[in-house]
């Protein structure tokens, strides 16, 4: 069982490390081209500058900007005494550190993991998950999050979040000033123009592209920590049920914004119906909800 839940623990430290570096290149390909336009080569070292600091930032610090979102609160065993155990029980099964629990204060059911490593993991539920379901469903979903911490999957998504944000920031910033340019000579108009047309294609493309590899990595971690969840469990009905109980109840919650939503067990804008056509699956963060539920019990045999 340990075996199986770590194995994809190294692959995930090296992409997080790839999209760390891929997202670095981006932010000084932005500063590079903002400095060729402004006529100011100060701004591609401040760029660089700030690329550094940000993946240092994200690295140390993304969890808990996460948690300060969605207003997240510490859970004490007296209070939640089930949820405690449940996880304390799991993660001496998955060979894992507890990890801080904390709770949202949210009617919409729902989870995520968080933290750069498992020494430093946090698993957060809302307050609407609870009532809903029974032991074996909880423990199914505390599973698929000791999961995600097992295979790393926590770090590399607090880190997208991060950068991607700062990327998209980024892009508006320029869409928004690009025109406000200094004078140029005859000679470098030519040149500050195709700059300009450069600028205009980074900024609308490269938020779209991070944003697209951001929901393709969701994707397929979710249906790996369902899969591993399942292993520490034995019981792939438990997590199917939660599933299904969180997609029925089709709660959004109520703070929640598109760069952190990949984190979270389930969309946590309500949507949880099948998704159909090309664009709107590549454009999802989270798997149907029926996939995930037929993968689910297609292992039941294996097990």
Known sequence: MTTNIYSHKDKNIRKTWFFMAVFFILIILVGFVFAQIYGNPTILYIFVAVSIFLNVFSYWYSDKIVLKL???????????????????????????????LYVIDDPSPNAFATGRNKEH???????????????????????????????????????????????????????????????????GSQVQGIMFIVGIVLAILSPIIATLIQFAISRK??????????????????LANALQKISNAGIPMQRTNHATAHLFIANPFGGQGKVKGFMNKIFATHPPVEERIQALMGQKDNI
Do not use: C
Request: glycine share 8%; no cysteine.
């Open 221 to 238: 971690r979710e249906f790996l920590a369902d899969a591993s969840g399942v292993l520490l469990t034995r019981y792939p009905e438990g």
């Open 70 to 100: 969605h207003r997240a609160r510490p859970a004490t065993r007296e209070e939640f005494f089930d949820l405690w155990n449940v996880t304390e029980n799991l993660s001496i099964t998955a060979g894992l550190p507890m990890p801080k």
């Open 121 to 187: 993991a946090v698993v957060a539920v809302t307050t609407g998950l609870l009532p809903i379901l029974d032991r074996s469903e909880l423990e199914g979903v505390i599973a698929h999050e000791l999961a995600h911490i097992g295979n790393r999957d926590m770090l590399l998504s607090t880190v997208v979040v991060v950068l991607v944000g700062f990327l998209t920031l980024l892009s508006d910033f320029f869409l928004r000033t690009a025109h406000l340019g200094g004078g140029r000579s005859s000679r």
